[in-house]
C-alpha cells in the first residue's frame, strides 16, 4: 500500500514513490569548482626546487696519505668547490678551451673534480698533518669571482674581498696549524699552471685566454668542503675536515 505525503501549500497529495524518482539537485558550487583554472589545487603548490646539474668535487676514496718514515712534507689545505654545469663559471671554462691550444690545455688544465682554493700550504710533520681538525660549524661559503690575478705562471681567478676574508675566518677554525709559516692567501682559484709544457708556449696560451676573457663575469661557485692532502698526490687521497 502506498504511502503518501501531503502538502501545506498546494492541499495535494503526493506518492514517496514519486518523490523516489525525482531527479537529485545539482551540488552547489564550491571555490574550487568556480575557480578560472583548469589546473588541480596540487598543481598550485609549488614542489621542492630540484638541485640543477652540478660538478662535485672527486670523491675522498681512500683518506689522507700515511707515511712511516716520520718525516714531513708539503702539505695544502683547501676548499673544494661545487660547480653549477650551466652557469657563467661553466661558460668561462668552456671559453677558455675553445681559446686555448689543445697541447697547453691538455697538460695545463686543472681538471674537472679537482678545482679548489688553496687557504694553506707549507711543510708539515706527518703526524701534525694527521691531527689536524677543524673546530665550530661550517656554513659552505660562496666563492665569488672579481677578475684574473695578474701572475704570468698560469690563469688564476681573483676572488673578491668578501670572499677571501670568509675563507681566512674558516681557516683560523683550523686546529693543530703551526701558528706561522705557510702560504695563507685564500685569494684565488687556479685554472691553468704550467705543468708539462713549454714555459714560452704555455706562457703565450695563458695571456691568450687572460686577453680572451679580460671582460667575462665568472659569478660564483660553492666551497662545499674542507680538505687536507699532500701535494702532488691524488685528489681522492685526501682528509675531509669539514662538509663533503
Known sequence: ???????????????????????????????????????????????????????????????????????????????AISEPLASPFAEGLAACAAVCDAGVHASCFQRDGTRHVSLFEGRLADQVARKIRMSGSFDPPVIVFDEWQPWKTGCYLKLDGKTTRRLQIILRQIEGLPATGGKRSCDHLSLYRKRGADTAQAGVQFQKIRSALAKHQWGSVRASSIRIKVVGSDYDECGVLAGV
Do not use: F, N, Q
Not at 583548469?38 to 630540484?50: G, K, R, S
Open 1 to 79: 500500500m502506498d504511502k503518501w505525503l501531503s502538502s501545506s501549500k498546494t492541499g495535494t497529495k503526493r506518492s514517496l514513490k514519486d518523490v523516489g524518482t525525482r531527479p537529485a539537485k545539482a551540488p552547489r558550487p564550491t571555490a574550487e569548482r568556480c575557480s578560472d583554472s583548469a589546473a588541480p589545487l596540487t598543481d598550485v603548490i609549488p614542489a621542492a626546487a630540484a638541485e640543477p646539474p652540478t660538478l662535485h668535487p672527486a670523491a675522498p676514496r681512500r683518506g689522507l696519505a700515511t707515511y712511516g718514515d716520520g718525516g714531513s712534507r708539503k702539505y695544502v689545505i683547501y676548499a
